[in-house]
Antibody
Framework: QVTLRESGPALVKPTQTLTLTCTFS??????????VSWVRQPPGKALEWLAL???????YYSTSLKTRLTISKDTSKNQVVLTMTNMDPVDTATYYC??????????????WGQGTLVTVSS | EIVLTQSPGTLSLSPGERATLSCRAS???????LAWYQQKPGQAPRLLIY???SRATGIPDRFSGSGSGTDFTLTISRLEPEDFAVYYC????????FGPGTKVDIK
């Protein structure tokens, strides 16, 4: 059974750096074809893809946010970490991590964490 | 970047009715790498359809997907009470992008 769980601060101040951790089980990021992605959703708004890391440690970022994002993995701990710099109130959102399986190309996000709400406010 | 547009924004229907949701891409989605997700309030999205027309594990057969190129459709043949939710399309053929969503609510 695949499970993912996001953790991190519920509140950050403007200009601070956000660090979120995705802890997962039921698969390994050392297995060929496995990827973990981050997606966010501002309150009442649509989903927005942020970043992806694959089994080979290749990293991909949203074009609009790539200068602020860093994704990394700790395979031994089954964790993926996302950092976002220079946080702003418009970054207030629920942040999700999800699994993707790569075959001949990326696949859909087939398993999701429950999400963690991050509020940016002074 | 491929931009996805969904219509209508809101669909008001009664249980037992048929729902037809549209997703249009700004350019062709390669190999029909198009997925549909269902999201209920306070919950994470759930994968319904991938590859434009393949149902994910455990998804009832009243959900079906079709389309190719730039035009895709999610059909719910007969709405059950638990189907009232927001539905998002997403393409994964060229980076990843989501549509703005269609809310299916009770008429």
């Amino acid at each position: 059974q695949v499970t993912l769980r996001e953790s991190g601060p519920a509140l950050v101040k403007p200009t601070q750096t956000l660090t979120l951790t995705c802890t997962f089980s039921g698969f390994s990021l050392s297995t060929s074809g496995m990827c973990v992605s981050w997606v966010r959703q501002p309150p009442g708004k649509a989903l927005e893809w942020l970043a992806l890391i694959d089994w080979d440690d290749d990293k991909y970022y949203s074009t609009s946010l790539k200068t602020r994002l860093t994704i990394s993995k700790d395979t031994s701990k089954n964790q993926v970490v996302l950092t976002m710099t220079n946080m702003d109130p418009v970054d207030t959102a629920t942040y999700y991590c999800a699994r993707i399986r790569y075959s001949s190309s990326w696949g859909p996000l087939d398993s999701w964490g429950q999400g963690t709400l991050v509020t940016v406010s002074s | 970047e491929i931009v996805l547009t969904q219509s209508p924004g809101t669909l008001s229907l009664s249980p037992g009715e048929r729902a037809t949701l549209s997703c249009r891409a700004s350019q062709s989605v390669s190999s029909s790498y198009l997925a549909w997700y269902q999201q209920k309030p306070g919950q994470a999205p759930r994968l319904l359809i991938y590859g434009a027309s393949s149902r994910a594990t455990g998804i009832p057969d009243r959900f079906s997907g079709s389309g190719s190129g730039t035009d895709f459709t999610l059909t719910i043949s007969r709405l059950e009470p638990e189907d009232f939710a927001v539905y998002y399309c997403q393409q994964y053929g060229s980076s990843l992008t989501f549509g703005p969503g269609t809310k299916v609510d009770i008429k």
